[in-house]
């Protein structure tokens, strides 16, 4: 089996790294790609599990962040979204802890109602050391009483696919410079079977991955497998991305996403700048307009000229089609709102190594489980990044209309549970759990009608007691730990 990767940046590098570890030079690896395309390369934020990504590919961590010019990440700080002036943290890791299978949050709920002074947030450790500026990962000889915190990454992701790119060909596979011109397909299966290069080569192969960004060279304009487009749930259809400098802020180790007239803004920082950029609709705000909101709530010195990227929200109605697996953003995109793109290109390649084909003929059977689990995932991040939309207060006409929107069922019924007794729904699967939709879902200003009844059967004033004291220790214990900026000078900056 000789495999072909269509496209370098973190898609093609990632699958590239991915399949060059677990294959072990049992078979030949390539990958096309052209300096002169280029990569959109504005994702630079993560979620945890990107942490084992890279321990499966034997990465060291620190070498990782050093190489990429990263920092930490233990969530992202929504301002805005609600109404104007608010702001609220979408954690990553659990609050508190359950009591007798009860989940915390349910018996803050009830704490709330009886005048309990602090938010949900105050029994996060990762909100907690967001908000002191702190970062600690876990180690074997941490102190009992230290909480571990869940963290992903923020990274240049063009450094990423730099350091992915060595890896890979330190382990076999070859890169080929060069522009596709031509696909060649077998008159009878319509299987693909070679790529022409513009110099005349040909690299011919036996299963595909398309990782030729918005275009999908191979799965859509070559094997015209269709797109699902969910714009009228996510109407955001541009973004402008811009680096500036670092601030006197320092290293926050969070992500920040601040709401606007007709979009949001993101900003990420990294140990040699900071990445900004403008999700907005078209048609409610100009392109010149969206610049000049961008550019007057940078916090810095501009790096560079704003970059325009138009996009459609949506996924490829099938991933995998024939001997074709479109990854990153030929597969399909969803506004990095929630960091998920990256995870998507990884959870794809396992998946892939998982039902990989045997042979050059095709097996539907793989190839169903693999859309089929795939369109799944897709449908619930999309549900969570449409739940900040449509749970919005504010008053300009882009937000109205968001909040008056018809949304799917699915996210409906979670809407419905939630606001009924402040329970999640459970898919198999999901990505985000529990902890993460009760954040948003309370952040936004969803507020349960009732809690749990179980939560009712403790005595008010020892739930009240069990609390405090437990709020105290967390935060006197993330107190303890070095600033974010502290523990990356010391264990990992970057040249």
């Known amino acids: 089996m000789h495999f072909?990767?269509?496209?370098?940046?973190?898609?093609?590098?990632?699958?590239?790294?991915?399949?060059?570890?677990?294959?072990?030079?049992?078979?030949?690896?390539?990958?096309?790609?052209?300096?002169?395309?280029?990569?959109?390369?504005?994702?630079?934020?993560?979620?945890p599990p990107l942490q084992f990504f890279n321990k499966v590919l034997g990465i060291n961590e620190r070498e990782f962040v050093r190489a990429t010019q990263a920092s930490f990440k233990l969530g992202i700080q929504f301002r805005n979204w609600g109404h104007a002036g608010?702001?609220?943290?979408?954690?990553?890791?659990?609050?508190?802890?359950?009591?007798?299978?009860?989940?915390?949050?349910?018996?803050?709920?009830?704490l709330s109602a009886h005048g309990h002074p602090h938010p949900l947030s105050d029994y996060s450790p990762a909100a907690i050391a967001a908000t002191q500026g702190r970062f600690l990962p876990p180690f074997p000889t941490m102190p009992r009483d230290m909480p571990q915190l869940a963290?992903?990454?923020?990274?240049?992701?063009?450094?990423?696919?730099?350091?992915?790119?060595?890896?890979?060909?330190?382990?076999?596979?070859?890169?080929?410079?060069?522009?596709?011109?031509?696909?060649d397909r077998d008159g009878d299966s319509?299987?693909?079977?070679?790529?022409?290069?513009?110099d005349g080569r040909n690299i011919t192969g036996d299963f595909f991955l398309d990782c030729s960004g918005f275009q999908g060279l191979l799965i859509e304009r070559t094997l015209g497998t269709g797109f699902e487009d969910w714009s009228h749930w996510l109407p955001c259809n541009r973004a402008l991305a811009v680096p500036c400098e670092r601030n006197d802020e320092g290293l926050v180790p969070y992500t920040r996403s601040t709401a606007h007239q007709a979009g949001w803004q993101w900003r990420i920082p990294l140990q040699h700048r900071t990445g900004n950029g403008h999700v907005y609709c078209s048609n409610y705000i100009s392109d010149d307009d969206a610049a000049r909101v961008l550019l007057a709530n940078l916090d810095a010195k501009l790096l560079a000229e704003p970059r325009l990227l138009r996009f459609t929200t949506g996924r490829?109605?099938?991933?995998?089609?024939?001997?074709?697996?479109?990854?990153?953003?030929?597969?399909?995109?969803l506004e990095p709102l929630e960091s998920t793109s990256l995870h998507l290109v990884q959870a794809a390649v396992f998946r892939f190594?998982?039902?990989?084909?045997?042979?050059?003929?095709?097996?539907?059977?793989?190839?169903?489980?693999?859309?089929?689990?795939?369109?799944?995932e897709y449908e619930q991040i999309r549900d969570f990044i449409i739940l900040h939309y449509v749970a919005n207060r504010r008053e300009e006409s882009f937000w109205r209309d968001c909040r008056h929107m018809s949304i799917p069922e699915t996210l409906a019924h979670r809407l419905e549970l939630f606001r009924s007794r402040g329970s999640v729904a459970r898919h198999d699967g999901q990505l985000f759990a529990d902890a993460s939709w009760v954040a948003v879902m309370l952040g936004q200003g969803v507020q349960p009608q009732h809690w749990d009844p179980l939560a009712d059967i403790a005595p008010l004033a020892d739930l009240q007691q069990k609390a405090e004291g437990l709020r105290s220790k967390l935060h006197a214990a993330v107190a303890r730990m070095p600033t974010h900026q502290q523990f990356i000078e010391s264990n990992c900056k970057a040249a």
């Open 353 to 376: 190594l998982s039902l990989m084909p045997l042979s050059a003929s095709r097996d539907p059977a793989p190839e169903a489980e693999f859309n089929r689990i795939s369109i799944a």
């Open 151 to 183: 963290y992903a990454y923020h990274f240049d992701a063009g450094l990423y696919a730099r350091f992915l790119r060595s890896y890979a060909e330190q382990r076999g596979v070859v890169r080929h410079e060069g522009r596709i011109v031509h696909v």
């Open 316 to 333: 490829r109605r099938k991933f995998w089609n024939g001997n074709c697996l479109a990854l990153g953003l030929a597969g399909g995109f």
């Open 86 to 110: 608010h702001q609220y943290f979408h954690q990553f890791g659990e609050f508190g802890a359950n009591v007798d299978g009860i989940s915390f949050h349910q018996l803050w709920l009830r």
């Open 190 to 198: 319509g299987l693909i079977r070679g790529l022409g290069l513009q």
């Open 4 to 47: 072909v990767i269509v496209g370098g940046g973190s898609a093609g590098w990632m699958a590239a790294a991915a399949l060059a570890h677990a294959l072990q030079g049992m078979h030949p690896i390539s990958l096309i790609e052209s300096e002169e395309i280029g990569t959109v390369g504005v994702g630079e934020a993560t979620i």
